[in-house]
């Protein structure tokens, strides 16, 4: 390689990593604007203000800190000249498989009016935290979000539409109070555009990652914000995740009365659900991107015919994030014609590596290869998707073993190190793929092999999950035309600059899904990010080949450097990242007894449990019959019996009429505290116990679902002493067992339990710090 091809070669790798780091860096959330920002515009500073006083205090659903929150934002938006109301209801979710659950819940709903209305606009937030968090993030920044946006919509003139708060109640129980607000708010009952607010941690992009069905038009309003972040790829991860919020009511609405958009940030996440969601860890940077985003959104929204976007778009557009806050987007029925000419740029390019052999054009093997080279280099190209994988899920086990506290944490405090750790695994992989095979099938073999994977994936992509076909199909449509036009050159620098504006599109598209992907599923599952950084090394394997020279040592010098970047990142980061006191560990630890036996145990959901939970449980069991909501793969261990009261289950009204029984119960709390936490959670009713028995149920006046197996599984949130009405339909003539379990929350008074010492944490969980009594009723 002479001095002129190796400053080419710098050169496009400098203009490659340049380009990648203003496609992330355009991805990242703007500065926080101060107090002192203009009056229309968005202030983080201001928003935090109201941050500060939601996070005030612990206050899930039903509790005094809850109300409290409450009427605070009762006053703030009466203080923004609003009308605001608080809206009893009672909300039941029964998303949750064959699982129902109930809650009385006090929305607070305000309307600002619009001048001349065609449909309204939703927003959405919930103001209850997580039964141990301070909820400054989850859903703190949600509710100052929409706050702040509500009060600089005021310096403008009236938009067209009616922009609706929706403030709601009971969302970390059970959603109930948005599918209270879908069921029954008045407000809601002609549809309309839903924007929900979230954050699943305290830091990073606040991403567009859900959207409803047909979500063109919806983009298109959305690509009207100044940081736009969001991929059609997300919209199909979230579709197959498990995952919910308040949106999911909404667009589970039977009717389909309503269309929207969801957005969050989601990095930080080892804050999510713990005590340490305080407002003082929230990213303020975070919290004006959800800002900035979210009033120009409703500016947007405002004025648009809400009404024609309260209807699905016909298609689902492929959106995603160029630098200089754009958002590119495309309809969907061009996925398919895009990966077909991905596939056939590919086949195109291969041709041609063939023919030039034939041609005469043998260059001792540099820009040709034969038939069955090619076969064998596209059979080769899945060797770095296996490994990138395999990497990643070896990366976890690792810092696992080291740290056994990450295996309860989809990423560690501090998870930067790691994740490039994690890159650089990547980059090894595909370095080691390609030096070490390039002897023995020739660069082109392995051009045409990654690039033909990358449309291979594109066609698959387009038939699974359209919206993350571009993420393939693009970079393997540009690295094949820019190979068939490289290949006609005979001048390298024209050359070069041809595999270079190839391997760009790859880079811009690529680099920042990767870096919003890795808080998606954490390094827990790494793998998803790697794969979607493999892609890049696949694209980048066309500039590999014109800057790796096939003999002499550079080769090995790359591939060594790449180990060595991901092994120093590797120390950096469990340098870097260490449990302490303002880092601790996750812990999660229950109590649970059994008001009939007099048995009480320990329960923990960990997975392995750590060093301060093993001295409380020793033994995974299943003890779902007697405990149902902990489920059937928890660790027990014995414990002293508390003077706790069982809740009491008593018969209102009893009627058989032919071969069907109808019973009314009313269900209340025993007399007394379970637990610290001022409220009880929830009282849970199972009828496990005999299969088939319960034909149907209603929990206080909502009709709640009866599984396949007959089997009846209903919460009901936050009970007060009077309790809550239960009417069963069972078959005549049989007499029925139910498993009822009162749950409160917080461990301190209970005989045996020691507070955790520093550096040893309660993590985020809907089952940590739970006090169970459970007690069986046979009617
Ligand atoms: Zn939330």
Redesign the pocket.
């Known amino acids: 390689m002479n001095l002129r091809s190796r400053a080419t070669t710098l050169l496009i790798w400098l203009f490659l990593a340049a380009l990648a780091a203003v496609s992330v860096w355009s991805v990242l959330p703007p500065s926080p604007r101060g107090a002192d920002a203009p009056a229309d515009e968005f202030s983080a500073e201001r928003a935090f203000a109201d941050v500060e006083r939601v996070g005030t205090e612990v206050h899930p659903h039903g509790t005094a800190a809850n109300d409290a929150v409450r009427e605070y934002l009762v006053d703030r938006l009466t203080g923004l000249g609003l009308e605001p109301e608080v809206v009893d209801g009672v909300g039941m979710s029964g998303r949750l498989g064959d699982q129902s659950r109930v809650a009385a819940t006090q929305n607070v709903v305000a309307t600002v009016p619009g001048a001349d209305p065609t449909a309204p606009v939703f927003l959405v937030a ?1 103001y209850d935290s997580a039964e141990v968090s301070y909820g400054g993030n ?2 703190g920044a ?1 509710v100052a979000t929409i706050l702040e946006t509500v009060r600089a919509l005021g310096e403008g003139p009236a938009l067209r539409n009616d922009v609706v708060v929706v403030l709601t109640d009971a ?2 129980a059970c959603l109930c109070g948005a599918e209270a607000f879908v069921d029954a708010d008045p407000r809601a009952a002609d549809g309309g555009v839903v924007v929900n607010f ?3 941690g305290s830091a990073g992009p606040a991403v567009m990652f859900e959207t409803s069905d047909g979500n063109a038009a919806l983009v298109d309003a959305y690509a009207s914000v100044p940081y736009p972040v969001g991929s059609s790829l997300a919209v199909e991860v979230y579709r197959i995740l498990p995952n919910d ?1 308040d949106f999911s009511p909404f667009l589970d609405d039977p009717a389909g009365r309503f269309t929207g958009l969801n957005a969050a940030y989601i990095d930080g996440s080892a804050t999510y659900h713990s005590p340490l969601d305080v407002p003082e860890r929230m990213s303020l940077a975070s919290l004006q991107h959800h800002g900035s985003n979210a009033l120009a959104l409703v500016r947007t929204l405002g004025d648009a015919d809400a009404a024609a976007l309260a209807a699905p778009s016909a298609t689902d557009a492929t959106y995603f994030p160029l630098p200089g806050g754009i958002l590119a987007r495309y309809p969907g029925w061009l996925v398919w014609p895009l990966a077909l000419a991905a596939l056939g740029a590919v086949a195109a390019l291969a041709v041609l590596v063939v023919r030039r052999r034939g041609g005469g054009h043998d260059d001792g093997g540099t820009r040709t290869a034969g038939p069955a080279r090619l076969v064998l280099g596209f059979l080769a190209g899945v060797l770095p998707l296996a490994g990138a994988v395999l990497g990643a899920m070896g990366l976890w086990a690792l810092m696992v073993t080291v740290r056994p506290g990450y295996d309860e944490m989809l990423d560690p405090w501090q998870p930067w190190g790691f994740r490039v750790a994690l890159l650089g695994i990547v980059a090894l992989v595909v370095t080691g793929w390609f030096v070490g095979l390039r002897r023995w099938l020739g660069a082109p073999a392995l051009v045409v092999g990654a690039l033909g994977w990358l449309a291979v994936l594109g066609v698959a992509l387009a038939a699974l999950a359209p919206g993350g076909s571009y993420l393939a199909a693009l970079p393997a449509l540009a690295g094949a035309a820019a190979g068939i036009v490289a290949l006609r050159l005979e001048s390298g620098r024209w050359r070069a600059l041809a595999v270079a504006l190839g391997a760009a599109v790859g880079v811009v598209l690529l680099a920042p899904i990767t870096v919003l992907f890795f808080p998606a599923l954490g390094l827990e599952t790494g793998a998803a990010p790697a794969v979607v950084a493999v892609l890049l090394g696949l694209a980048l394997v066309p500039a590999l080949a014109l800057s790796v020279p096939e003999r002499g040592r550079s080769g090995g010098w790359l591939v060594g450097a790449c180990a060595l970047v991901a092994a120093g990142a590797l120390g950096v980061g469990f340098a870097v990242d260490s449990f302490d006191a303002e880092h601790p560990e996750p812990s999660r630890l229950a109590y649970a007894l059994d008001a009939d036996t007099g048995e009480a145990v320990w329960v923990s959901t960990e997975s392995t449990p750590s060093d301060w939970t093993a001295r409380y449980v020793d033994a995974r069991e299943d003890r779902s019959a007697q405990f149902p909501p902990m489920g059937s793969g928890a660790w027990f261990g014995a414990a002293e019996a508390a003077d706790l009261p069982a809740p009491t289950v008593a018969v209102v009204d009893d009627v058989t009429s032919g071969d069907e029984r109808t019973v009314t119960l009313r269900v209340r709390p025993g007399e007394g505290e379970i637990g610290t936490a001022g409220a009880l959670r929830y009282i849970e009713l199972n009828s496990a116990a005999q299969p088939d028995a319960v034909l149907a149920a209603s929990v206080a006046g909502r009709e709640v679902p009866v599984d396949d197996d007959g089997i009846l599984d209903t919460r009901f949130y936050a009970p007060d002493g009077d309790g809550f009405e239960v009417t069963l339909t069972v078959r005549g003539g049989e007499g029925l067992d139910l498993r009822v379990v009162a749950a409160g929350g917080g461990l301190e008074g209970l005989p045996g339990f020691t507070e955790r010492p520093d550096g040893v944490g309660v993590g985020g969980s809907h089952s940590s710090e739970l006090v169970l009594v459970a007690t069986t009723v046979v009617l």
């Open positions: 919930h989850d859903d949600g969302e970390e979230e954050a699943r919020t």
